[in-house]
């Protein structure tokens, strides 16, 4: 099957918020021998033209959030367990707490991420979404992580990357974690202007990231 018609069937699923039609999509491509990554690479830009639409008023938001639901239901049932599968048996190279920030419920690219960072060999502890700054520093302090990462969708929400910084310093953490941020709205500049280790424009630049800054190779 062509990239093209998987594209095609998983897009015409979501336009019909069909999770299950969706996962049986999934399912058959990974069946034929189609990564797991280069689903949920193609899964993400869907869902990406989707909200280009929203932006200009082509699709509504109960549309988007129906579409959200049918993916995230979907990529949870099949491609995470496809991913982790070949994660499972190895020694954790490093220990991650991540989450999406205060007032932020975007929470499908944090999934992935988290999902990416196990399936290679890191310990992950997820917090969910809408998170508060002193929970991801409680838990990381708590667990003796390596690394935080934070995820924020929103313009709005994305001062609380900062405010997550800020409860690392809080904690004392600062100087013992690597703060990693990433989501949609950010950039290298903001990074930078928050004081974080690193950004990631998406799950394999982030595993990549993670790697370096804890020295694996
Ligand atoms: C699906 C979706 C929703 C779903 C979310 C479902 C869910 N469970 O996540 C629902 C419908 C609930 C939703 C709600 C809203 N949404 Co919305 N949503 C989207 C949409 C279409 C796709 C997001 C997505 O899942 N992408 C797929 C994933 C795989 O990509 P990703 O999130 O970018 O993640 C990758 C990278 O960013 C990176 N990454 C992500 N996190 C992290 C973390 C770390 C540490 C690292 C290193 C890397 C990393 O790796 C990921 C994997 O590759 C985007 C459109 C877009 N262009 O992004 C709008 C979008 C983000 N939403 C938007 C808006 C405005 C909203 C609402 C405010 C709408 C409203 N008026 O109510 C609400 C906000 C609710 C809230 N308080 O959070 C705007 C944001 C604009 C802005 N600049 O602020 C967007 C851009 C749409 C648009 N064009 O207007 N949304």
């Not at 007032?103 to 992935?112: A, E, F, L, S, V």
Request: net charge negative; hydrophobic share 45%.
């Amino acid at each position: 099957m062509s990239e093209e018609k998987i594209r095609r069937d998983i897009e015409e699923a979501l336009l019909e918020f069909e999770e299950e039609k969706l996962a049986k999509i999934l399912k058959d491509s990974l069946d034929r021998g189609v990564g797991p990554l280069k689903l949920i690479d193609v899964l993400t830009d869907v869902l990406r033209d989707f909200g280009d639409k929203f932006e200009s008023g082509e699709f509504f938001l109960p549309q988007l959030i129906a579409a959200g639901d049918a993916a995230q239901g979907a990529i949870k049932e099949v491609l995470e367990p496809a991913l982790k599968k070949s994660g499972e048996s190895r020694e954790p190279i490093g220990k991650v707490v991540i989450g999406t920030v205060f007032g932020d419920i975007h929470d499908i690219g944090k999934n992935i991420v988290a999902s990416m960072l196990f399936a290679n060999g890191f310990e992950v502890y997820d917090l969910g979404k809408d998170v508060q700054p002193e929970e991801f520093a409680k838990k990381a302090k708590e667990l003796n992580a390596d690394i935080v990462g934070a995820s924020a969708m929103l313009t709005m929400t994305m001062q609380e990357q900062l405010n997550v910084a800020k409860a690392l310093e809080k904690y004392g953490i600062r100087d013992k974690v690597k703060y990693i941020i990433g989501g949609a709205i950010v950039t290298e500049k903001w990074a930078e202007e928050i004081g974080a280790d690193g950004f990631a424009t998406d799950a394999v630049e982030a595993v990549k990231l993670a790697k370096e800054l804890l020295g694996v190779t």
